[in-house]
Nanobody, 119 residues
């Protein structure tokens, strides 16, 4: 059973940067050709889409308005990872960040990695 594992979360000061990474728990599960995404859930709020990158050629991306120009999603098919580069972080970005992908008919979520931005 495929699992997604996130890493890179932590505590950062406002204005700082973090880079999140996500990879399947076993290398036999490949992200090639799969649409992958990052979502987040802040305390007391619903989970929301942060960024999505398509599995097709060109890797088309889509971002939540609140992170456009600050966050960048990318994929490295050779390393079998998806990254989320987060710059100019502010307190509104404090949340648990989840990686998401669909493997066959199964939608898979990671366990989440917490990001806390201190002001």
């Amino acid at each position: 059973q495929v699992q997604l594992v996130e890493s890179g979360g932590g505590l950062v000061q406002a204005g700082g940067s973090l880079r999140l990474s996500c990879a399947p728990s076993e290398s036999i599960f490949r992200i090639n050709g799969r649409t992958m995404g990052w979502y987040r859930q802040a305390p007391g709020k619903q989970r929301e889409m942060v960024a999505i990158i398509s599995g097709g050629g060109g890797g088309r991306t889509n971002y939540a308005d609140s992170v456009k120009g600050r966050f960048t999603i990318s994929r490295d098919n050779a390393k079998n990872t998806v990254q989320l580069q987060m710059n100019s972080l502010n307190s509104d970005d404090t949340a648990v960040y989840y990686c998401n992908g669909r493997f066959g008919s199964v939608e898979v979520w990671g366990q989440g990695t917490p990001v806390t931005v201190s002001s």
